[in-house]
T-cell receptor
Framework: AQSVAQPEDQVNVAEGNPLTVKCTYSVSGNPYLFWYVQYPNRGLQFLLKYITGDNLVKGSYGFEAEFNKSQTSFHLKKPSALVSDSALYFCAVRDGADSNYQLIWGAGTKLIIKP | DVKVTQSSRYLVKRTGEKVFLECVQDMDHENMFWYRQDPGLGLRLIYFSYDVKMKEKGDIPEGYSVSREKKERFSLILESASTNQTSMYLC?????????????FGQGTRLTVV
């Protein structure tokens, strides 16, 4: 069955430190992977995606993510966290073998950056 | 930039009322979606539409219906609102279903049913 797991409900990081928000997935075909961010009382904003090619993907606001096929992971990273990065982060996957082309969503990880 | 606009940011409705949530996108996207978001549950797909007058049930369609008479507009209807439909509702659009195109979201409608 298709699934996405974000194993941490919340991640706390000090400002200036590197941050990682974890995501693992399970699909039957090739995965299309996405990260979105949601600021309080707002909709979701697209951050970055992996479709094919280089395993390291760079996105908005200095974020990047690394596709690891053997570990079925797509962790979101940033070298130096800002207080303004505090938000809810969602990982999503589309199964390339799924003719419905639907996104499967993780439950979200709340990122808190402390000054 | 793509703009997806939901008609209301906040709504309070009474149990049993018929509720309409409207969503408009301005980039000629083929696909449109309605999700509800609840804490700890992520996003759950209610209905989606691949094109005008087309609709497909998502994971939790019970108690909801949709309408897509024009390409840019996708409406979610709560036939008889209940308190368990209190939630954040998110509309999204996507250029087309093939490939890896990303979805764009509206700002959300926080619905409270009392």
């Amino acid at each position: 069955a298709q699934s996405v797991a974000q194993p941490e409900d919340q991640v706390n990081v000090a400002e200036g430190n590197p941050l990682t928000v974890k995501c693992t997935y399970s699909v039957s075909g090739n995965p299309y992977l996405f990260w979105y961010v949601q600021y309080p009382n707002r909709g979701l904003q697209f951050l970055l995606k992996y479709i094919t090619g280089d395993n390291l993907v760079k996105g908005s606001y200095g974020f990047e993510a690394e596709f690891n096929k053997s570990q079925t992971s797509f962790h979101l990273k940033k070298p130096s966290a800002l207080v303004s990065d505090s938000a809810l982060y969602f990982c999503a996957v589309r199964d390339g073998a799924d003719s419905n082309y639907q996104l499967i969503w993780g439950a979200g990880t709340k990122l808190i950056i402390k000054p | 930039d793509v703009k997806v606009t939901q008609s209301s940011r906040y709504l309070v409705k009474r149990t049993g009322e018929k509720v309409f949530l409207e969503c408009v996108q301005d980039m000629d996207h083929e696909n449109m979606f309605w999700y509800r978001q609840d804490p700890g549950l992520g996003l759950r797909l209610i209905y989606f539409s691949y094109d005008v007058k087309m609709k497909e049930k998502g994971d939790i369609p019970e108690g909801y219906s949709v309408s897509r008479e024009k390409k840019e507009r996708f409406s979610l209807i709560l036939e008889s609102a209940s308190t368990n439909q209190t939630s954040m509702y998110l509309c999204a659009s996507r250029l087309y279903r093939e490939g890896g195109t990303e979805a764009f979201f509206g700002q959300g409608t926080r619905l409270t049913v009392v």
